[in-house]
């Protein structure tokens, strides 16, 4: 009798178990898709995200799409009546950026408020489940009144650097945010391209004098790295930097020995996705290896804005009009998909 009724007892854990592991793959998530919702692979530029079901985009017009895996692009709304313009709708991207960082959904939201006739924006960070104002990306307290004037709260644009620091920018400062959006770092020399990175314990970032400057982040220490030219535009494979200057040639410096190598000319803006450089100059769009070898011609794709490239899986996207448009790595395979 005893054996029976542990036998039962075990046959009952385990079907619990089953279903159990059944509905947490099945489980809808905070944008209404299944399963866990992640970061596209991007340092240097737009976010999407992205679960077993959906990738999300935000469109030129603020809403945020949903592309399914049969091509279907819609807004991320089911309610028929629904003009999307609530903060509350999951298909208003007007104003949000949603991001992962330490496996939570999270999103930047700059709430406009009407200030002596004119509107301002509040900005914050936001954690999806529970609603609560994880960062409200204050004015840095110690910002000179010079800077400060052309300063505010509103969030411009945030990036995950790493799995323990997530980087929070506004229109004149830059915040470097620890696991408990603590502040770590900030400066007030931000340049007009909102990158950065986390290599050996030192972080990058370019300044609005358009130059690269090296931070060690454990002394807080900051420097100017050499490189005898103005940066536009940065982005980092493993142990390099590729970057753009102001005459428009494209670089790769070595983190490690600090060896540059020219890779291409006639380069103003470029996307660095994986192992391949996508860079565009006027009705040029090329797509490069990291030597700066042609791989793929792709000035056909004239929708295709390659400075801001999207990468999620084994394909790379980017906003066209009234939709996204998608190719294989390698160029390969365009596509667009379009909503109404």
């Not at 797509?287 to 295709?304: A, E, F, H, N, R």
Request: glycine residues 8%; proline residues 2%; hydrophobic residues 30%.
């Amino acid at each position: 009798m005893i054996k029976k009724i542990m036998c039962l007892a075990l046959l009952g854990a385990m079907f619990v178990m089953a279903t159990g592991c059944s509905n947490g793959e099945n489980k809808t998530n905070y944008l209404g898709g299944k399963g866990e919702i992640k970061n596209s692979e991007r340092e240097n530029g737009l976010w999407a995200v992205y679960d077993d079901e959906y990738k999300y985009f935000t469109s030129y017009d603020k809403a945020l799409l949903r592309l399914d895996k049969n091509g279907n692009l819609t807004v991320n709304c089911d309610v028929a009546t629904c003009g999307h313009s609530l903060e509350s709708c999951k298909g208003n991207a007007k104003d949000i950026e949603y991001f992962v960082f330490n496996d939570r959904l999270y999103k930047s939201y700059n709430e406009p408020r009407e200030v002596g006739g004119m509107v301002e924006y509040k900005g914050s960070i936001i954690d999806c489940e529970s609603g609560k104002v994880v960062f409200d990306n204050p004015i840095p307290e110690d910002m000179s009144e010079e800077d400060s004037i052309d300063d505010s709260t509103e969030v411009s644009y945030v990036r995950v650097l790493n799995d323990d620091i997530v980087k929070v920018e506004g229109p004149r400062h830059a915040y470097l945010l620890d696991k408990d959006f603590n502040v770590l770092y900030w400066h007030s020399d931000t340049g007009k391209f909102p990158w950065g990175t986390i290599y050996d314990n030192t972080y990058y970032y370019i300044n609005d004098l358009y130059q690269l400057i090296a931070v060690d982040m454990n002394t807080y220490e900051s420097s100017p790295v050499e490189l005898d030219t103005k940066i536009f535009m940065c982005d980092r494979n493993g142990d390099y930097l590729y970057f753009t200057d102001k005459f428009e040639e494209l670089y790769r410096y070595s983190l490690k020995d600090g060896s540059k190598q020219k890779l291409g000319e006639g380069i103003i803006v470029f996307s660095l996705l994986g192992d391949y450089i996508y860079w565009c100059n006027n009705d040029i769009r090329n797509i490069l290896d990291l030597d700066g070898k042609l791989v793929c011609d792709c000035s056909d794709y004239t929708k295709m804005e390659f400075d801001c490239l999207i990468r999620i899986e084994d394909k790379v996207y980017t906003i066209v009009e009234n939709g996204v448009a998608e190719m294989d790595l390698d160029g390969k395979n365009y596509k667009e998909y379009t909503y109404k």
